[in-house]
């Protein structure tokens, strides 16, 4: 097992940055609670909805609106692991997730690519996962295999399965995929659990972990339920991750953004929390600002460094692990 040093530890010294003060951080949370509780969260998936219900959380049937009280998303983030271990097929390659500690994933989910022998622009196929995956297992700065590409040879519903397979065939590594369906999550827990001998076995040590995104803004939708719920019931960590565009589908401000990220992201922690008590869970950010030229994410912006900085403020805040996306 492997813990990365820790970002600026205070021994000799060390380089952090802090954008929000305690007080502010408090300030967004508050800020956050009150979203939850008075605007609320549309939750798509039936089970989902009943399980806020009989949490006690104010539904909206028609609406399909869940609004959660500030104690019951407090007490979901108290019974949230600080700690999260990403365990890979190698235990060499266990990575542990805690307060502090940096590690490096790539980036996903890629859709085209580069032939590497003929300088070809083309779709990325099965064989290009397998092969993208390979050179991640090999490289030693990349702890964690995040689906590299997508498979766009194979049928879309299932897609997620064969990314799966050619990753689980093709590292040693912890995998984390985003699975899209609760079907596909199911059957990728039964692909893990034949890897490792056993649902049992997967529950002691998860090869893999999911993540999922609401919706901005305010929405968890039906598939985004049903990951969260099948993954926590099998003991795979759940990264709950928001892709939130301030000045699009979230406030253009900083503060004002992450404050619907939060919510997004808490609402979405909450029902694991709820579902699984102790569950391990993961906050996620790939949230940015919009181009407003392009309307589209401006990946690698300033803009998405400092919300990438203050969502990792906020993940220590609530001690809990965060993954943060960058380029």
């Excluded at 490096?104 to 085209?112: A, H, K, P, R, S």
């Excluded at 897609?159 to 369906?181: D, R, V, W």
Aim: aromatic share 4%; glycine share 8%; hydrophobic share 45%.
């Amino acid at each position: 097992m492997r813990r990365n040093p820790r970002a600026g530890a205070r021994k000799s010294g060390g380089f952090r940055l802090e954008v929000f003060t305690d007080d502010e951080l408090r300030e967004i949370h508050l800020a956050t609670l009150e979203v939850l509780s008075e605007t609320g969260v549309f939750v798509e998936d039936d089970e989902a909805l009943q399980i806020f219900a009989d949490a006690g959380a104010d539904i909206d049937r028609e609406r399909r609106v869940a609004c959660l009280p500030a104690h019951l998303v407090e007490d979901a983030i108290r019974s949230a692991p600080p700690k999260v271990v990403m365990y890979g097929r190698d235990p060499a390659h266990d990575v542990v997730l805690e307060d502090g500690r940096v590690g490096f994933t790539n980036f996903g989910e890629g859709i085209q690519v580069v032939d590497p022998y003929t300088g070809e622009l083309h779709e990325s196929l099965k064989q290009d996962v397998a092969d993208c995956t390979r050179i991640i297992d090999a490289l030693p700065e990349i702890d964690v295999v995040e689906r590299p590409l997508g498979a766009h040879d194979v049928p879309p519903d299932t897609a997620a399965l064969h990314n799966a397979e050619a990753i689980f065939s093709n590292t040693t590594k912890h995998a984390t995929i985003g699975p899209l369906s609760g079907f596909c999550a199911r059957k990728m827990i039964d692909m893990a659990a034949a890897i490792v001998g056993g649902h049992d076995q997967l529950r002691k040590r998860p090869i893999v972990s999911f993540l999922t995104c609401p919706v901005s803004p305010l929405k968890l939708v039906a598939d985004a339920c049903r990951i969260i719920i099948e993954g926590v019931r099998a003991g795979v960590p759940v990264n709950v991750l928001s892709m939130a565009m301030a000045g699009g589908s979230s406030p253009v401000n900083l503060a004002g953004t992450l404050v619907s990220h939060n919510a997004e992201v808490l609402a979405g922690i909450t029902l694991a929390q709820l579902t699984v008590k102790g569950a391990p869970v993961i906050y996620g950010s790939s949230t940015t600002a919009m181009d407003l030229r392009f309307a589209s994410a401006s990946v690698g912006s300033p803009e998405c460094a400092m919300i990438g900085a203050g969502v990792a403020c906020l993940a220590r805040f609530y001690l809990l692990p965060s993954w943060v996306a960058g380029a």
